[in-house]
């Protein structure tokens, strides 16, 4: 028994507006941060289930998930960097408070 490709993009569909919700909604840049990982793997299923169900003999699917995870891992990084920096400097992770460029 087979899983339908409409499955899959129905979980992704679901990941993608939980991921929208929570980094539109959430104050905390960590949060932030969460919402659009989760974003990002929603991404990664229809790619992933799109490879699937074209029987295509290349693994096109696969190595841009493969990609995206590693841009997600890049992403991670660079934004715990700087949200660490900001509370270094402001003692908050709120991101109302993040609104301006002065120190």
């Known amino acids: 028994m087979s899983v339908q490709l409409s499955w899959y993009l129905l979980l992704a569909a679901g990941l993608f507006c939980i ?4 980094a539109l909604t959430r104050r905390n840049a960590v949060a932030v941060l969460m919402g659009i ?3 990002l793997n929603a991404v990664n299923i229809n790619l992933v289930a799109f490879w699937r169900y074209t029987n295509v003999a290349q693994m096109t699917g696969q190595v841009f998930a493969v990609f995206v995870i590693t841009v997600a ?3 991670a990084a660079v934004g715990l960097a700087l949200i660490i920096a900001i509370y270094r400097q402001r003692r908050t992770v ?3 408070e993040m609104n301006t460029m002065k120190g």
């Open 19 to 22: 991921g929208g919700f929570g």
């Open 37 to 39: 990982e989760l974003m």
């Open 73 to 75: 891992a890049a992403e």
């Open 94 to 96: 709120n991101v109302e």
